[in-house]
């Protein structure tokens, strides 16, 4: 369902649930994709975390979408109606390492999808790993959820908006300005001193 053009962009549904996964439950997210038994699922769970794609985006990742030599993934923008655009978002060397371990297929060449799950399967599994992980149903527990939890932990770790606004993919920085709103640790602390 997308919202109407003319709706204003939130990190909030009517209700007042949030939309996005806080820091502690992303860290969560992460250690149980890291021990996940299937570590095709966890490379996908991890790239989902790492690189704030959405999930159709990583599934259609092959092999030379991974440039082991910049550290980044190359990911096309499926967004983008009719133009056929990329962007490269930076990895952890850990995750690079471990999905050229996973998903090393040398006799496919460099051309195979690194998963080759349907986006309803891909869906489902990461919502397992999410349940695993402890995080709570809502409307926060779903891949895009990790797509805004990503957004907020970057712009929470310093890094500029239109940065952000690339590695997301967005055409508008306004979209990009939504993750502003999201309350930070830096603001619940000056709040507390402010009620001393």
Partial sequence: MHAHPSAPLS???ADGRRKYLTPDERGRFIETARRCDRR????????????????????????SSIDCAEGVVVIRSLKKRGALMYRQV?????????IVEVHARS?????????????????????????????????????????HGFGIHALRSGVPINLVQRWLGHASLETTMIYLDALGQEEREMAQRMWK
């Fill in 40 to 63: 095709e699922l966890g490379t996908l769970c991890l790239m989902l975390a790492f690189a704030g794609c959405r999930i159709s985006e990583a599934l259609a990742l092959s092999g």
């Fill in 107 to 147: 006799e496919c060449g460099p051309e195979y999808r690194l998963w080759t799950l349907s986006r309803s399967r891909a869906w489902q599994l990461v919502k397992q790993v999410m349940a695993k992980a402890s995080i709570a149903s809502g409307p926060h527990c779903v891949p895009k959820g990790l797509r």
């Fill in 11 to 13: 990190l909030f549904v």
């Fill in 90 to 98: 930076p990895l952890p060397s850990a995750l690079i390492e471990e």
